[in-house]
């Protein structure tokens, strides 16, 4: 499980396709990797396989290749990584799988003062998973909703997290992971034996 929390961005240095989905090699200060440890890698919830000093290698399988934009980055991509929150931690964000749900466009970036406003599409089979003032994750950051619409939601990002993640680099029209708040999936599934 992970927070939304990004603790930093790496960089993609090497990106290897094979036949059964891809293999990306990423730069991070991480200095406690292990085999098998999970990160999330912009909203994606991947297992560490090799690693150094600097660096650790996650495979995407052909479905994780198919319902992200992660089989479509490239050597000098920045990512938004997270380690998997400890048992001791401090829960600072909101429950995280890393189990994208969709991706989403951004279709409008404004500033405002020191502030950033991102408007992004939403399909209409999530609309009722995103609420006003209600906690998504986008890229692996979880995010307050400022506005919804039918078609579209809005998030205020503060210059910490602009300055901070990968998401100073998106423009209109590029593609961000979207996970739900998996509570109101949860709601949904038991009040769905109820109608």
Same mark, same amino acid.
């Given at each position: 499980?992970?927070?939304?929390?990004?603790?930093?961005?790496?960089?993609?240095?090497?990106?290897?396709?094979?036949?059964g989905g891809?293999r990306?090699?990423?730069r991070?200060?991480?200095?406690?990797?292990?085999?098998g440890?999970?990160i999330?890698v912009?909203?994606?919830c991947?297992?560490v396989?090799?690693? +150094?000093?600097? $660096? &650790?290698?996650v !495979?995407?399988?052909? @479905?994780?290749?198919e319902?992200?934009y992660?089989?479509e980055?490239? #050597?000098?991509?920045?990512?938004?990584l997270?380690?998997?929150?400890k048992?001791?931690?401090?829960f600072?964000?909101?429950?995280?799988q890393?189990?994208?749900d969709?991706?989403?466009?951004?279709?409008?970036?404004e500033?405002? +003062?020191e502030d $950033? &406003?991102?408007? !992004?599409?939403?399909? @209409?089979?999530?609309?009722q998973?995103?609420?006003?003032?209600?906690? #998504?994750?986008?890229?692996g950051i979880?995010?307050?909703v400022?506005?919804?619409?039918e078609?579209a939601?809005?998030?205020?990002?503060?210059p910490?997290?602009?300055e901070?993640?990968?998401l100073s680099?998106k423009?209109?029209?590029?593609a961000?992971h979207?996970?739900?708040d998996v509570?109101?999936?949860?709601?949904e599934?038991?009040?769905?034996?109820y109608?």
């Amino acid at each position: 499980m992970f927070t939304g929390i990004v603790e930093e961005t790496g960089e993609i240095v090497d990106v290897t396709d094979t036949d059964g989905g891809r293999r990306l090699r990423l730069r991070t200060t991480f200095d406690d990797l292990h085999h098998g440890q999970s990160i999330s890698v912009s909203g994606v919830c991947l297992t560490v396989e090799e690693y +150094g000093d600097d $660096w &650790f290698e996650v !495979f995407l399988a052909a @479905e994780t290749v198919e319902k992200t934009y992660l089989g479509e980055v490239g #050597v000098g991509d920045a990512v938004n990584l997270e380690r998997a929150l400890k048992a001791e931690g401090r829960f600072d964000g909101h429950i995280v799988q890393g189990h994208v749900d969709t991706t989403v466009e951004v279709s409008e970036i404004e500033q405002v +003062g020191e502030d $950033w &406003f991102f408007e !992004f599409s939403l399909p @209409e089979a999530y609309g009722q998973y995103v609420v006003d003032k209600g906690s #998504v994750t986008l890229d692996g950051i979880s995010l307050t909703v400022a506005d919804k619409r039918e078609d579209a939601f809005t998030v205020a990002i503060i210059p910490t997290t602009y300055e901070l993640t990968a998401l100073s680099e998106k423009a209109v029209g590029d593609a961000v992971h979207l996970e739900v708040d998996v509570v109101a999936k949860y709601v949904e599934s038991m009040l769905d034996g109820y109608r």
